[in-house]
Each structure stands twice: as structure tokens, then as C-alpha cells.
């Protein structure tokens, strides 16, 4: 059961992730739990084993969280109750102090290992990239191998782990950001500055499909603050398409727009409406 008297919120582990820093930028006095996965952070929820659950979805660099998209798609009992967005700042880490010209490896996790791809090629492109389950596992796994590794991940990590960091911001963008979402098993009331993530799937495909269907936003000037796809998962070529959009769910225009649409697709999901971050 929920501790009623202390918020508790799920997180990708385990400790020194983004995702935990995620957490207390949204809850700084919650009880963060970690576990393995994303999938088991929703399903933490579901079950009510945590109030919440914090997962990345996007990044500036690397774009979409696969993941946690289709996890979204997927699972029809968590909605999202809120974001939050924080600059990503990834330190290279070793055991030791060593050249970059003798790391033969390199630990962490596929988001981040793409949001240093330049430093990397620059700088160890002899070095064999190891994608990890998370930044603070990279570190782990890092000070356990024998060979002459590193982990990417952040600050925290090597704090925790007691890690030499080699090199901070690797980053190949300085703006680099990710946007986690809050996952719920309701989303937020109106606040009147919202945001609403919506997904649907066409029955079948025709000229002007996708266009007939946003113009419903667009004719009652609601603007989209995002659009991008994923694969159904049932047949090649067919896509979901997930949007985000301006306003709260209960706005009469915006309510109205998302009936429009339903109409003219197979399925769609409301993901979620909650305040918007910037």
C-alpha cells in the first residue's frame, strides 16, 4: 500500500540517475524508489506499490524515449500527471586517471552514449561502446570490469561509486535537456497554462489522412507543441502518431478538437493533461 504520510515516487535506477534527479526537481522531500526498468516504474504505479513514477521521454539531442512512448501507447492505466524538464551535464569517469588513448571501454546507457557520439569518435574511437540499463549501472559495471573502462554518466554517479572523473560536460550539445514525465493513475486538473499528449491510429491509410485530422486543432487555432510516430507493432508501415498539444483536456475548444479527431481515426488515447514546464 502507499505510505500516505510520505509521497512515494518510482524511478529508473538505481541511485545517481537523471531520472532521480528528476524526482526531487518534482518532489524534493518524497521517498525515491529505484527499480530496473521503465516498464516496472508504470507498473510500480499501477499496482499502487508507489504514488508516482518519473521516466524520461525525450531528449533535446537524441529526440524520443522509445520505451516510454510505447509504454504510454500500451498501458491503459497510467496517465501523465506532470513534467520536468533538466540540463543533462554527462562527466567521463574511470577507476583511475588514464589517457583516453588506453580506454579500451566505455559504459552507459544508449541515450547518452548518443548524446557524446562526437566526443566519443573524437576523442576513444578505438574504445568498444557498452550500452548499460542505466547511467548509474554504466558506473557499476565500469568499476567491476577488468579492462581499462569508463562509465558517461553524471556527477552523482561518481560520487556514490567513488569514481576519478577523467572529463565533465562530454556532451556534444551544452543545451543538452530531457524532459521526464510524472506517471499517475489520474493526470492534473486545469491550471490554464496545460499541455495534453494524445495518441491515435488511422483504420486505414488514405491521401490527406493525417492532415484532415490536425486541421482539427489547427481551424480552432490550438497549437501543437509536438507530433511524431511510432510503429503499431501489427503491421509494417502502420503508425501510431503521438501529439502534444496546448490546453487542459476539459477545455471546451480543445475537448472539442480531440472529439473531431476521434472521429476520424480508429483509436485514440488521451495520455494525459498537466501543467507545462516551458
Known amino acids: ?30 521517498d525515491a524508489i529505484p527499480v530496473n526498468s521503465i516498464p516496472a516504474v508504470a507498473e510500480s504505479v499501477v499496482r499502487g506499490k508507489v504514488s508516482q513514477g518519473v521516466v ?9 524515449v522509445t520505451f516510454t512512448l510505447d509504454l504510454l501507447i500500451q498501458e491503459p492505466n497510467v496517465l501523465i500527471k506532470g513534467e520536468i524538464i533538466i540540463p543533462i551535464h554527462h562527466y567521463l569517469m574511470g577507476k583511475t586517471k588514464m589517457d583516453f588513448s588506453e580506454i579500451e571501454t566505455v559504459y552507459s546507457h544508449p541515450q547518452s552514449l548518443g548524446q557524446c557520439r ?6 576513444m574511437s578505438q574504445a568498444n561502446l557498452v550500452a548499460s540499463m ?11 570490469c577488468t579492462t581499462n573502462a569508463v562509465a558517461i554518466s553524471s556527477k552523482r554517479a561518481a560520487t556514490i561509486y567513488k569514481a576519478v572523473i577523467l572529463r565533465a560536460n562530454v556532451e556534444d550539445q551544452p543545451n543538452n535537456e530531457t524532459r521526464f514525465i510524472v506517471l ?10 496545460d ?4 495518441c491515435f491510429e488511422f483504420g486505414a491509410d ?13 481551424q480552432r487555432g490550438i497549437n501543437l507543441v509536438k507530433i511524431e510516430s511510432r510503429p503499431n507493432k501489427k503491421s509494417l ?17 480543445l475537448k472539442k478538437a480531440i472529439e473531431g479527431v476521434e472521429r476520424q481515426t480508429e483509436m485514440l488515447k488521451i495520455l494525459g493533461s498537466y501543467p507545462m514546464q516551458k
Open 237 to 253: 508501415g502502420k503508425y501510431i502518431f503521438l501529439v502534444d498539444l496546448e490546453g487542459h483536456r476539459t477545455d471546451h475548444t
Open 184 to 193: 499517475d493513475r489520474k493526470d492534473h486538473k486545469r491550471t490554464g497554462n
Open 118 to 123: 562526437r566526443f566519443l569518435e573524437s576523442n
Open 134 to 144: 542505466s547511467n548509474s549501472t554504466a558506473v557499476e559495471e565500469m568499476m567491476n
Open 56 to 64: 524520461p521521454i525525450e531528449n533535446s539531442i537524441e529526440g524520443g
Open 195 to 198: 499541455k495534453t499528449s494524445i
Open 206 to 218: 488514405s491521401p490527406g489522412i493525417l492532415s484532415s485530422a490536425l486541421s482539427e486543432f489547427s
Open 1 to 30: 500500500m502507499i505510505n500516505k504520510t510520505l509521497q512515494t515516487i518510482a524511478y529508473l535506477g538505481p541511485k545517481g540517475t537523471y531520472s532521480e534527479q528528476a524526482v526531487f526537481e518534482w518532489c524534493s522531500a518524497c
